[in-house]
């Protein structure tokens, strides 16, 4: 039975909250149990941001995502937080174009996606986190790629349904990168 | 009906919308300001009434407005916004006029903090405001119980004829979970003939009222209203057991505290510890056979709380002093993590309060 | 026998308990009055306050709501959003309206709230024995400015006409006095004008009644009716502060 904990984490405005959305509206289509739970208050402003996620087979415990299974780290500050955090035998993945280093833990999988400059050269700028999203389903399968659309479809807010195309092409790219 | 992913504020929103309430009075105040939006956002579109408020003193009293008028009325917070609130609360308990607060707690004393918390436990079920009187207190786990128990608080409130409360904290109340909403009802179920709706000449007026100069005449005032809190004692307690049949130590946590509290259990239980949790979920009236009936069996209790040591005295009392209880708790707006709650029990397990 | 006088149906036949010369039991008339005249005794719902009139509920026949200290016009407003085919009147003294509930006034007044104010104006604190209101007059002498209002250490008397006037969005504003029998019945017009706008679905309506409290001030009850005219009325100045009807 699978209980799995994701955090995601970068800057404000990055997508983090949205990232961990796709997630859970997909988990909740394929009748997981869910929650989904933001950082809020100033810092969402440009500050860091987080969202813990869990995805499971059994009713969900505490909401807070302490020790994740799977980290997505979209800037150095989140990675130098939780890469210490991340369960053994777990993954993390980070955007190596804002983040240089390398990780130091050998006992968790780690994956390293450019996904800024991919998501530069996509033209869709604000999309890396949609590329780290396709790169975590291709790599864990905590969700699957069918049906993919439809939770994107009520994710994406009444006015942007425009940016439907854009995200899911964005998750592909990240979905296919081989690295 | 279909589970939609929903935050527990919103959903708190939902939830009373259709229940039946159309009127809403609140003021800005993080973390509940989604309430606000939401009802800003719906009740336009439903003949219903949003109305930010100059002040949650003003806010509490038009839903005493509203409510003197016999209809469902709500209004919603977080702590520093609940204390100002409290005034009309009391006069809302004096006048035993039914309505619902909610309070998404954050840190305190003073402006305190933005980030959960729990410490409002002895405002929310010891009085608060002025006088003696109650309120049902109920203490949602999840955004489903943050849908379910909003629709419950109004119930209970018209059936007894007295305000309710909702208190929550900044996770659940920003937390998004699969919820199933409750059906829709026009809140019309009970009859209301004491409201001030307008003499139409054919009755004598209806006064809503707390003030009584005659002390023999408040003082029966104040002894039926708490003839009335004896039958919600009795009626409508409500609270979860989890693995506590055959439990050695009987955590007890509500709300965040209690989520948190369910994952330390099972790792409890993993390492073979016999651990199980009563969670209140109304924390007025407070479960006090279910513990007292625990406290035939368990070697202790551990109260689990995001407050200073708040509820441990209601386990206290409902223990009657026989067995030890030891206080989990983190404040501030920190949360205590499931490592923190097992170590707790691990050292009870050892005979340590 | 011809009936050429009675009580107002909209006042019950309970005793005030208002002391001697007090002239709430005028205003008290005159609003009921109006209720009568204009047919809406059964759909009017009333808000008394915390203060002198604190039991108005028992002298008005119609539904009533006790309010909590200056809070009155918020009351009103959920009374009046429950239900917008009732008509519900506030009966508010100076502290309540001017001191403690000043933020609920003006804020109901700037929504325009569809209700009915009346605010009557005795520049003391009665109830509670005679001390000073946001509207004592510079240097009267209460029990709480035994030396006479001190303007530089505690401020200026609150014109709460003029005040509410600079909005832009009250309907109707409107000062008045009981101290003479000219100014009672401009004051009785008042009253009905105020619930008129209100029928009419106009909005916010005040009037300030200019009242006298011969114990408290220490008169007698002639004697504060002259001081009324004598210093209260220059102080405030009697007149309509706001009349939307007359806008374009």
Known sequence: ?179 | MAKVLMKGNEAIAEAAIRAGCRHYFGYPITPQTEIAAYMAKRMPKIGGTFLQAESEISAINMVYGVASAGRRAMTSSSSPGVSLKQEGISYLAGSDLPALIVNVQRGGPGLGGIQPSQSDYFQATKGGGHGDYHLIVLAPASVQEMADLTVKAFDLADKYRMPSMLLADGTIGQMMEPVELPEETDGSGVEKPWAVTGTENKREHNIINSLYLVPEQLEVKNLERYERYKIVEQNEVMYEEYMTEDADICVVAFGIAARVSKNAITAAREKGIKAGLIRPITLWPFPTEAIAKAAEKVKGFISVELSMGQMIDDIKLAEGCKKPVALCSRVGGMIPSPEQVLAAIEKAERGEF | MAVVFSKPKALTDAPLHYCPGCTHGIIHRLVAEAIDDLGILGRTVGVAPVGCAVMAYDYFSCDMVEAAHGRAPAVATGLKRAMPDRIIFTYQGDGDLASIGMAETVHAATRNENITVIFVNNAIYGMTGGQMAPTSLPGQVTQTSPYGRDVKTVGYPIKVCELLSALDAPYYIQRVAVNSVKHVAEAKKAIRRAFENQIEGRGFSLIEVVSSCPTNWGMTPQKALDWVESDMIPYYPLGVYRDKSKEA
């Open chain 1, 1 to 179: 039975m699978a209980y799995t904990q994701i955090l995601i984490a970068g800057f404000g405005g990055q997508g983090v909250l949205f990232a961990g959305k796709v997630m859970a509206y997909k988990g909740l289509e394929e009748l997981k149990q869910i929650s989904w739970l933001p950082s809020y208050g100033p810092e969402m402003r440009g500050g860091t941001a987080n969202c813990s996620v869990i995805i499971s087979d059994t009713p969900v415990g505490s909401p807070i995502v302490s020790e994740p299974d799977i980290l997505i780290a979209m800037n150095l500050p989140s990675f130098d937080k939780y890469e210490n955090a991340v369960k053994a035998g777990g993954y993390a993945f980070v955007d190596s174009t804002l983040i240089e280093r390398k990780a130091v833990r050998t006992d968790i999988s780690v994956h390293y996606i450019p996904a800024t400059k991919m998501a530069r050269d996509l033209e869709v700028p604000t999309l890396a986190n949609m590329i780290m999203t396709g790169k975590v389903i291709r790599e864990t399968g905590v969700i699957k790629m069918e049906g993919l659309r439809d939770a994107l479809a009520k994710t994406v807010s009444a006015k942007h349904q425009d940016l439907l195309e854009a995200n899911l092409r964005a998750i592909d790219a990240g979905y296919n990168y081989k690295g």
